[in-house]
């Protein structure tokens, strides 16, 4: 089985940014779990907005070894450009730097037809396109011998679109993935739930060929044991050996409904009166939050110094982070999946998330389920975990037990499963 794979929302995310999303992980997941079938041969491909990205695969060990549509050019002057950039970087001069930058700036010009001519020279003798996110482009969409596959997450643009004005405009780019659904191509879906909005939402699509896969917590995710790591993960983040902490880890968009909980966590340790607990919120921007905290909670001041806020974790940072936490807290208004829950279930902490769209699938009953716009239900919840012990130690379990249910191994072979159906019945 030959597939194409589209890598370029691994090419705009391969370096360390705490704007680098779950999708990105997604699709680096799949991609790996893929690469060890014997059966299949990837080629990877990159839409040309990100083709400049992917000079930065050079960091990264397995991306590095991954074959691209264009091996011969492409790579090769991105790889130099990688190489210009950190040139440019040491420069003494400033001379030097533009000099760097000005050579660099050329080899984009350049870069950028060698990259239009080969995808018109490009093979297509390949069974498949796989999108991880983006819409299906033209040079494949033309190609009636490619079956078309992509991954819907979810349709929380059409759903909250409050939050996402620049859908409307149509400049964005789920829009453009919105426009382009149709009959002929084939869907993943990352929750039933999910599945059900796809098909409401999008009356142009035939929902026969939309298949559900679930998500899964990759392996930097697992029950830390180890103090000593523990240890310096903590100081590494400037927490305090001893303190109890509950943990959060999300983007700032309104969505995830981040304000709401650490107003519900202040309103908590004031009306009960507890002085030994701490909110650590991983990812986001500080500056940005604590303003609308100032601005939303009274006497903020009084509190601030319970708010530990530790920006972008590193990967390998996570699992002594979240097994080191008495609890989660994510009251997201609405998710297609919901990954940092079924996470933090991997590493056997104790989960406090909505009982709204996706999440109940991937939790179950082994966390407290909550209205997310329940101030009461919120409070009383970590109220409730944070005086019982026995509860969290419940849940501990519960969880890990629920996160077995979910693996990339698992998600793959449903997704290879569907692929060879249809190539093999052209249904």
């Excluded at 009636?144 to 400049?171: A, C, H, W």
């Excluded at 009356?203 to 917590?217: E, F, G, H």
């Excluded at 056997?348 to 709204?356: A, D, E, F, L």
Aim: aromatic content about 14%; some cysteine.
């Amino acid at each position: 089985m030959k597939i194409i794979f589209d890598a370029s929302i691994l090419a705009n995310g391969t370096i360390k940014t705490s704007s680098r999303s779950g999708v990105f992980f997604v699709a680096y997941n799949i991609l790996r779990e893929l690469s060890k079938r014997k059966n299949i041969s990837l080629i990877l491909y990159v839409q040309d907005k990100f083709s400049s990205a992917v000079e930065f695969i050079k960091d990264d060990p397995f991306l590095e070894k991954m074959k691209f549509y264009d091996e011969s050019y492409f790579k090769r002057m991105s790889l130099y450009k990688c190489d210009l950039r950190k040139r440019r970087k040491n420069a003494k001069s400033i001379i030097g730097k533009i000099y760097f930058n000005f050579i660099r700036s050329c080899l984009s010009f350049v870069l950028k037809f060698i990259t239009i001519y080969h995808k018109d020279k490009m093979d297509l003798n390949y069974d498949l396109f796989f999108s991880l996110i983006f819409k299906i482009p033209d040079e494949i969409r033309n190609n009636d011998k490619i079956k078309r596959f992509t991954i819907s997450y979810d349709m929380i643009p059409f759903i909250l679109p409050e939050y996402y004005p620049e859908v409307q405009r149509g400049n964005f780019w789920f829009r453009g993935l919105a426009d382009s659904l149709n009959k002929q191509d084939y869907f993943f879906s990352i929750s039933n739930h999910s599945k059900k909005d796809l098909i409401k939402y999008n009356k142009n699509i035939d929902s026969r060929k939309i298949t559900t896969t679930y998500l899964a917590a990759s392996d930097n995710f697992y029950q830390c044991k180890d103090k000593n790591k523990i240890a310096k993960v903590l100081e590494k983040y400037k927490i305090s050996k001893n303190t109890k902490y509950i943990f959060s880890l999300c983007t700032l968009e309104p969505r995830k409904n981040l304000i709401h909980a650490v107003k519900c966590f202040i309103k908590m340790i004031k009306d009960k009166k507890v002085d030994d607990l701490y909110f650590v919120l991983g990812g986001g921007h500080w500056d940005a939050f604590i303003k609308k905290l100032e601005k939303e909670i009274q006497n903020f001041d009084k509190y601030k110094d319970k708010i530990i806020k530790i920006g972008y974790v590193d990967d390998e940072d996570l699992a002594p982070l979240y097994s080191r936490a008495m609890f989660f807290i994510y009251p997201s208004l609405y998710e297609g999946f919901g990954l940092p829950p079924l996470e933090a279930m991997k590493c056997g902490t104790p989960v406090i998330t909505s009982n709204n769209s996706s999440l109940p699938e991937v939790v179950g009953d082994a966390g407290i389920m909550i209205n997310p716009k329940s101030e009461k239900q919120l409070v009383d919840a970590i109220y409730k975990l944070y005086k019982d012990e026995d509860l969290r130690k419940e849940l501990n379990k519960k969880g890990l037990k629920q996160a077995e249910m979910f693996s990339w191994e698992k998600t793959v072979n449903k997704m290879i499963k569907k692929f060879e159906e249809v190539l093999k019945f052209n249904v």
